[in-house]
């Protein structure tokens, strides 16, 4: 079996690349377009979403973020703005009373020092290079490093809500293990990256 690669601009555009059947497999994301003749053949990436702000902010819950400005990692994309706008509503909160700014990795130590933001959402595995950077960036600009990692703790009720969210445990430790950053496990929500097939492809030839 041989696959030719073929570069897209977002997870949107290999949706539409496989509905053309311009290709035969892409990677979606389960909230942004799920091509109507795809079949999923395999998780591809579970991507959690993490809140995190430091301690002396009063950020607690996301209910805590009516009149915040917070930053979203990932500039030019959109898909994770309506992303935390959909979180924010299932807690009741308008997403017109939150600002949102959107920013690249390397940029949210600068961002959170010049005080352009007050929180930080980032939307990835936690082992991930963009994710790790983000918020070492915010640990490295907040007094003692005190960052509070903010649980969704009704996360399965939103999970059966709302389709394409899923509940996803952040493990103890997976910002660091020294202090241990989260201290302990908790839940939030995510969403998931799937390998898809367009139909017609062969059992066989998705399985190989």
């Known amino acids: 079996m041989r ?12 949706a539409a ?19 109507p003749s795809a079949m999923v053949v395999a998780v591809w990436q579970r991507n959690p979403v993490i809140l995190s702000a430091p301690a002396t902010a009063g950020i607690e819950r996301w209910t805590d973020l009516g009149g915040k400005t917070i930053g979203v990692m990932g500039r030019g ?8 706008q959909t979180i924010l509503r299932e807690h009741g909160v308008q997403p017109s009373s939150v600002r949102m700014v959107e ?5 949210t130590a600068d961002i959170f020092r010049k005080k352009q933001i007050e929180a930080l959402v980032t939307v990835g595995p936690p082992s991930s290079k963009p994710v790790a950077d983000a918020l070492s960036g915010l640990v490295r600009e907040t007094p003692d490093g005190k960052v509070v990692l903010v649980p969704v703790r009704e996360a399965e009720a939103v999970a059966d809500r709302v389709s394409f969210l899923e509940s996803m445990d952040v493990i103890a430790g997976s910002f660091g293990s020294s202090p241990p950053r989260p201290a302990e496990n908790f839940p939030t929500l995510g969403v998931v990256h799937y390998l898809v097939a367009r139909r017609g492809v ?6 190989e």
């Open 3 to 14: 696959l030719r690669l073929v570069s897209s601009d977002s997870p949107s555009d290999s």
């Open 17 to 35: 690349r496989l509905e053309r059947e311009d290709v035969d497999f892409a990677i979606v994301r389960a909230d942004i377009s799920m091509p």
């Open 77 to 84: 994309v959109g898909y994770n703005i309506r992303l935390i």
């Open 103 to 107: 920013v690249l990795p390397w940029e």
């Open 202 to 207: 062969d059992d066989a030839v998705a399985s």
